[in-house]
């Protein structure tokens, strides 16, 4: 087991649940991503793990950047540390061979929302809240959340987010599409981990080949999406798990899953 000290890693029926674990916030820095990088390293070279689960302990993922840790950072270490943030956080999620849910409880804000809305899937608990206090933190635009935030629900809500700092509840973000849904306080793991053995059953190989098709043609324009999909199903139906899904289909009973 690797040794962590921002975090926690386990491995429990297939899924990996890393929880940011640095009190009182959880706030990021350097040790805290290269942490997380090494957590995601760890959790996709293991063939043992089906899915990943992102958490976080205490009163809420995380407050996001330790606004001490930059009170120094001139433009040059600043660029340089959210180049490993933003860029190689969320380039390394992609890239995942398997899914991964973020778990939001309580408050998310700023470098916590690229954490969670960097993953495929969001569930938040009805205690809690996103938001992006750069602009009134920072006297700075909040870096890649211009991208995600008007991505996931346009840019005349984003711009309401991004130019006020004001949190957005979970209820409302759950309305607009900003995440998967919510689930109450105290359900929140329980349904996490519901979710993830849900995808846990299923194979490892049409997972994988489903993620980087999403991703792929997510900037597409619509002429290229059709060849992109058709040679990524043709791949896809090559497979052992794919000649296995549509015989265990036919034949009424559970597929086995070989992973390849």
Known sequence: MTDFT??????????????????????????LTYDYLRALDTADQDPDVKVIILNGKGKGLSGGVDLKFLENFGPTEMKDFLSLFYIKTVERVRALNKPIICAVHGYAREGACTLAFACDM????????????????????????????????????????????????????????LITRMVKRDDLRKESFKLAAKMAALSPVGLKAARELMYRVEDMSFKEVPPTALDAMAVAFASEDSQEARRAFNEKRKPVWKGR
């Open 6 to 31: 921002t975090l926690t890693y386990a491995v429990t029926d297939g899924i990996a649940e890393i929880t940011l674990d640095r009190p009182p916030a959880n706030l990021i820095d350097y040790e």
């Open 122 to 177: 969001v569930l938040a608990s009805d205690d809690a809240d996103f938001g992006y206090p750069g602009v009134p933190n920072l006297a700075a635009p909040p870096g890649m959340h211009v991208w995600h935030l008007q991505k996931l629900i346009g840019r005349m809500k984003a711009a309401e987010l991004i130019l006020t700092g004001e949190a957005m509840p979970a209820a409302e973000a759950d309305r607009l599409g």
